[in-house]
């Protein structure tokens, strides 16, 4: 049973940087794809950004050119670097794993969830 545990969320000035991690366990991420999503209160949850199998990346209109994904393999670790942060970009972070080698649209298609980390930017 796989497991992901999200960390370095916090509160940050608008302008500011903050880098999330996601450990993974119990499986290799090197072999699906990840994807960061948020959800913000009383709004549904959106995905942020997405790594396929191969190493490409998609993100959201709204954090192209100013969030990152990536994963060190060797870690198993998940991350998102996100600058220029607005308050906007409040809301609670999740890591996710499918089993698939490219990332589904179908957020339910996510097999494995972390428990989210939050993540406030004040203006």
């Known amino acids: 049973q796989g497991q992901m545990v999200e960390s370095g969320g916090g509160s940050v000035q608008a302008g500011g940087s903050l880098r999330l991690s996601c450990v993974a366990s119990g499986y290799s991420i090197s072999v699906y794809s990840l994807a960061w999503f948020r959800q913000a209160p009383g709004k549904e949850r959106e995905r942020v950004a997405s790594?396929?199998?191969?190493?490409?990346?998609r993100y959201a209109d709204s954090v192209k050119g100013r969030f990152t994904i990536s994963q060190d393999n060797a870690k198993n670790t998940l991350y998102l670097q996100m600058d220029s942060l607005n308050s906007e970009d409040t809301a609670m972070y999740y890591c996710?794993?499918?089993?698939?080698?490219?990332?589904?649209?179908?957020?339910?298609?996510?097999?494995?969830w972390g428990q989210g980390t939050q993540v406030t930017v004040s203006s």
């Open positions: 996710a794993s499918s089993l698939f080698p490219k990332a589904p649209e179908d957020l339910s298609l996510f097999r494995y």
């Open positions: 790594i396929d199998n191969d190493g490409r990346t």
